[in-house]
């Protein structure tokens, strides 16, 4: 079966690092995508990984090892504001998003 | 750029009665739209994708005659809840892409659905 992996809630203290893992099982694989949620909204992009390697965005990075079925979102800096949960999804061989549960992030000041 | 718009943003109704659901994509023309549901602390379920012009496939689970599903242009995709009951209260949410795969989807805001 399709599962995705990736722990309920973190927590972090503001400024620092935290770096929230998932991994994947799916049929197939076209791409892994984080997606940023506040509670009581709709998801919001943060990044796809196709390759292997680092991709980074401002704060935000995110890392795919495809051999490893493995990814990670990794946040610097961190603010109040990036108290959320973190949406890991990967698009198997039939384009359909397989959603993990998220990781509920909690920042304290 | 890529903005989908949802209405309503909530809607309370009472027990069979049906709601209506608009999706919109504002600023570029969406060929797949995608629709979820999300019930509290849990992650977003796909409810169905609906391609313009054709009929939505649903996902297993998902009763189709229920849950109808129009994409009118490529702009427009509604949901419509037909003789909703307090189960379906859930937070619907659309997304479009703008390729038939649904890569990079962009989602809506979301309508938080209450039935009393």
């Known amino acids: 079966g399709q599962n995705i992996d990736q722990p309920t809630e973190m927590t972090a203290t503001e400024g620092a690092i935290v770096q929230i893992n998932c991994t994947y099982q799916?049929?197939?694989?076209?791409?892994l995508f984080w997606y940023q949620q506040h509670a009581g909204e709709a998801p919001t992009f943060l990044s796809y990984?196709?390759l292997d390697g680092l991709e980074e965005k401002g704060r935000f990075s995110s890392f795919l090892s495809r051999s490893k079925g493995y990814s990670y979102l990794l946040l610097k800096e961190l603010q109040m504001k990036d108290s959320a949960s973190y949406l890991c999804?990967?698009?198997?061989?039939?384009?359909?998003?397989?959603w993990g549960a998220g990781t509920k992030l909690i920042i304290k000041p | 750029g890529a903005v989908v718009s949802q209405h309503p943003s909530w809607v309370i109704c009472k027990s069979g009665t049906s709601v209506k659901i608009e999706c919109r994509s504002l600023?570029?023309?969406?060929?797949?739209m995608f629709w979820y549901r999300q019930f509290p602390k849990q992650s977003l379920m796909l409810m169905a994708t609906?391609?313009?012009?054709?009929?939505?496939?649903?996902e297993q689970g998902v009763e189709k005659d229920k849950f109808l599903i129009n994409h009118a242009s490529l702009t427009l995709s509604t949901l419509t809840v037909t003789s909703a009951h307090p189960e379906d209260s859930s937070f619907y949410i659309c997304?479009?892409?703008?390729?038939?795969?649904?890569?990079?989807?962009?989602f809506g805001p979301g309508t938080r659905l209450t039935v009393t």
């Open positions: 990984n196709v």
């Open positions: 600023d570029f023309q969406a060929t797949t």
């Open positions: 997304s479009a892409s703008q390729t038939p795969e649904g890569y990079e989807q962009y």
């Open positions: 799916t049929s197939g694989f076209n791409g």
């Open positions: 999804a990967a698009l198997d061989s039939n384009y359909q998003l397989i």
């Open positions: 609906s391609n313009e012009g054709s009929k939505a496939t649903y």
